[in-house]
């Protein structure tokens, strides 16, 4: 994957992740602290898109545990989506 791809992982999420998919990944990250209260309570209150930037940053700031609890919650939540096989590539090594 190249440095093009890996930049385009945070973007495709925003664009394409839902609504109740982000409400239950805050759910499931803050039920196992990998956000804590004040994160998810901010999160929640944003529109959409600024919500899945906010859960992407946050848990990619959180280390290779959160990341990887994330991405297999996002595929088990939304199996029809590719993102968790291309944020699994890259999501610790993006910088953006």
Do not use: W
Not at 69 to 84: A, C, T
Request: aromatic share 6%.
């Amino acid at each position: 994957m190249g440095l093009a791809d890996k930049l385009l992982v945070r973007p495709k999420f925003v664009e394409n992740v839902s609504e109740p998919v982000l409400d239950q990944l805050l759910d499931r990250l803050v039920r196992k602290k990998y956000m804590n209260p004040e994160e998810v309570d901010r999160a929640r209150v944003k529109p959409r898109d600024d919500k899945a930037r906010d859960v992407f940053d946050t848990v990619k700031r959180k280390g290779s545990r959160a990341s990887e609890y994330f991405i297999k919650k996002h595929q088990k939540l939304d199996p029809k989506s590719d993102l968790s096989s291309r944020m699994r590539k890259c999501l610790q090594t993006v910088v953006y």
